[in-house]
């Protein structure tokens, strides 16, 4: 019995060794160099976080 666990144990650490480290610190976005899209990019966000906090207060 323990020695079935133990395989158990064993293959599921071997099976999601890689995503363990899910801590690790995220990803920024791929850096835009085109100042056009830059701009483009920085317009998306402004609109996401404008629609987002003004659904939030109920308008």
């Known amino acids: 019995m323990r020695r079935m666990f133990q395989s ?7 099976d999601h060794a890689p995503i363990r480290p899910s801590f690790a610190p995220r ?5 835009v160099t ?14 996401r ?3 987002r906090y003004s659904r ?3 308008k």
Do not use: M, Y
């Open 34 to 47: 085109d100042p056009a899209k830059r701009k483009a990019r920085q317009a998306q966000k402004r609109a």
């Open 8 to 14: 158990l144990a064993a293959f599921l650490i071997s």
């Open 56 to 58: 939030k207060r109920g």
């Open 27 to 31: 990803r920024a976005e791929p850096r």
């Open 49 to 51: 976080k404008i629609t």
